[in-house]
């Protein structure tokens, strides 16, 4: 008889490409956070082969076999940027259902000065 639970495994991706690119972050840094910061059943560092991360190119993907929330993601992205001092120069965007993006914002330069 297995035990195996009968779980749909999610996958979700965060995406840190544009700030990868500039060299402001580093990916491996930031999935090492994550596996010091998800909790399961309560607790941190308790991983074990319920949540999965992966570290692809400019990509962090997560994959779980328990209940886990994107927005948990989200939570801890920001935490990490502010932990970075990045949060004031990037954003989390969901770019797909299972996909956040870290983006720059957009700073509006008006040309007010040139109507003078």
Same mark, same amino acid.
């Given at each position: 008889?297995?035990?195996?639970?009968?779980?749909? &495994?999610?996958?979700? =991706?965060?995406?840190?490409?544009? #700030?990868?690119?500039?060299? $402001?972050?580093?990916?491996?840094?930031?999935?090492?956070?994550?596996?010091?910061? $998800?909790?399961?059943?309560?607790?941190?560092?308790?991983?074990?082969?319920?949540?999965?991360? &992966?570290?692809?190119?400019?990509? =962090?993907? $997560?994959?779980?076999?328990? #209940?886990?929330?994107?927005?948990?993601?989200?939570?801890?992205?920001?935490?990490?940027?502010?932990? &970075?001092?990045?949060?004031?120069?990037?954003? =989390?965007?969901?770019?797909?259902?299972?996909?956040?993006?870290?983006?720059?914002?957009?700073?509006?330069?008006?040309?007010?000065?040139?109507?003078?």
């Amino acid at each position: 008889v297995s035990t195996q639970s009968t779980g749909v &495994q999610k996958k979700f =991706v965060l995406d840190c490409t544009h #700030p990868a690119e500039d060299k $402001i972050m580093d990916p491996s840094d930031f999935a090492t956070y994550l596996n010091e910061k $998800i909790k399961v059943a309560g607790k941190t560092g308790n991983l074990g082969t319920n949540v999965i991360i &992966q570290k692809e190119a400019f990509k =962090v993907n $997560i994959l779980s076999d328990i #209940p886990f929330s994107k927005r948990y993601l989200k939570y801890l992205t920001k935490k990490y940027l502010k932990k &970075q001092n990045l949060r004031e120069y990037l954003r =989390v965007v969901a770019s797909s259902p299972s996909t956040y993006e870290l983006r720059y914002f957009q700073i509006n330069l008006d040309d007010d000065d040139a109507e003078d």
